[in-house]
């Protein structure tokens, strides 16, 4: 298993994201509007709220997925100006294919995202799906899989480049209790790692000091 | 180059193991060209006149059969905003599903030309002039056809669409991968004249579509 010490990128410089007064507009209409929030290393943000409140917009607007109206979305300390390659971002769907193994689905990703640089991998695929209690279905297509497995073989695709920005959009839908779990363990290790988490959730994830935000909703 | 390269392999390993685009288009090629004698008769004449552009019309349909799930699959599991995220622009992303596409579908069409031209009662020099024209032209049709798939692949009938967005740009590709192939199998121009312009618009194509279909694609996911 990884540890803190042995991460090739763990601790390296300390990250801190910064969003000022962002405004995001969706079809003509005020999703977010003004909203700060900062994350340091270490640390996590659970943004709660009601349905439709704008979790999932704020958290594709820091991704860059989204056109902010006004404001800014800054990660301090970053090497590079570019935000999005520091983040990971794990959306309702799973970013998998039906038709190839979990194992294939997961060495795509951790050459796709691990870019051209010769680092070695943070983490194995099997060690990263051994985190995710997946260990025996690693030669199995991933369209038997059920979907709660499926969203078990997206977590692993995290574990499997580094990128210090977390953005989870509800990553505890349709686990059972186990795997819940397994997710705050996962979380808590990349949290050691000097890793920051932003993550939109209904329900209690069991994070140790994760600090809340709660969307009111713009009017 | 190794994200793209590892991006080619999955859409490769994906074509093959649905069982989909490749064979599925060298069927359709298969029974387009084969229903051509049964509308226009049996005519050895007639057949060995119009083979070329007939094989050139079938393989245009061919290669549009399934280009409009080119990012619509990846939009839909999630895909394409990993895509938008990484550090890989996504013009190249891009690129690389237009080679893996063509490798699937285009390159089969252009391989098996020469035995469905053989049932149009072509002679040898127009069968080679047939496979090299669709070896030089069906990259454009993908990379045209990219745009379209771009475009539309939010919509959930896109195929449709795609086809009416698509076809109309197609045309010059068509027009001079025709005359090449039928200046191939004799006649006043030559060959080299149309098949340089063929070339060189898929080269073009090569240059420029990645760039539309990137910025299409950008406007999805607002």
């Not at chain 2, 074509?15 to 050895?44: K, M, N, W």
């Not at chain 2, 045309?171 to 098949?195: D, K, Q, W, Y």
Request: proline residues 5%.
């Amino acid at each position: 298993m990884t540890n803190a010490s042995a991460h090739p990128h763990a601790a390296r410089h300390s990250l801190r994201l910064r969003v000022d007064h962002l405004c995001v507009d969706r079809g003509g209409r005020r999703v977010l509007s003004n909203l700060s929030l900062s994350v340091a290393s270490s640390e996590a943000l659970v943004v709660t709220g009601r349905n439709g409140v704008g979790k999932s917009t704020l958290l594709r607007a820091v991704a860059g997925l989204l056109p902010k109206a006004e404001g800014a979305i800054e990660l301090d300390g970053a090497e590079s100006g570019e935000l999005c390659v520091l983040a990971h971002y794990l959306a309702h769907v799973d970013g998998l294919k039906a038709a190839l193994t979990v194992e294939e689905n997961l060495d795509f990703w951790a050459r796709f995202l691990g870019g051209d640089d010769e680092t070695p991998k943070p983490t194995t695929i099997a060690d990263a799906l051994s985190r995710v209690g997946l260990a025996h279905v690693a030669q199995a297509p991933v369209a038997i899989l059920s979907a709660g497995q499926k969203r078990r073989v997206a977590l692993a695709r995290l574990l499997v480049a580094w990128r210090p920005l977390w953005l989870l959009d509800e990553p505890s839908s349709a686990l059972d209790l186990a795997s819940r779990e397994r997710l705050a363990r996962i979380v808590a290790e990349h949290r050691a790692c000097g890793g920051m988490i932003v993550v939109a959730a209904h329900e209690p994830l069991g994070l140790a000091d994760a600090r809340e935000l709660s969307l009111e909703g713009a009017t | 180059m190794k994200p793209l390269l590892a991006l080619f392999r999955r859409d490769m390993q994906i074509a093959r193991r649905i069982g989909g685009s490749a064979t599925l288009g060298v069927v359709f090629f298969l029974v387009l060209v084969s229903i051509v004698p049964f509308a226009v008769g049996p005519d050895p004449n007639l057949l060995a006149r119009i083979g070329p552009a007939m094989l050139w019309i079938a393989a245009l349909l061919a290669t549009l059969l399934g280009l409009d799930r080119l990012f619509q699959a990846d939009a839909e599991d999630g895909s394409l905003d990993l895509f938008c995220l990484g550090e890989t622009p996504l013009e190249l992303v891009v690129a690389a599903k237009c080679a893996a596409h063509w490798v699937a579908t285009g390159l089969p069409l252009a391989l098996a030309a020469p035995f469905l031209g053989l049932m149009l009662q072509q002679e040898a020099a127009a069968l080679a002039g047939v496979t090299v024209t669709l070896l030089a032209g069906t990259p454009a049709l993908t990379l045209i056809g990219a745009i379209g798939a771009a475009a539309t692949v939010t919509l959930r009938r896109g195929g449709l669409l795609m086809a009416l967005l698509v076809l109309p740009l197609t045309i010059p590709v068509l027009i001079f991968g025709v005359a090449a192939a039928e200046a191939a199998a004799g006649g006043t121009v030559p060959f080299s004249a149309p098949f340089s312009i063929l070339c060189a618009i898929s080269l073009a194509s090569l240059a420029l579509c990645p760039f539309a279909a990137a910025a299409a694609l950008r406007h999805v996911g607002e």
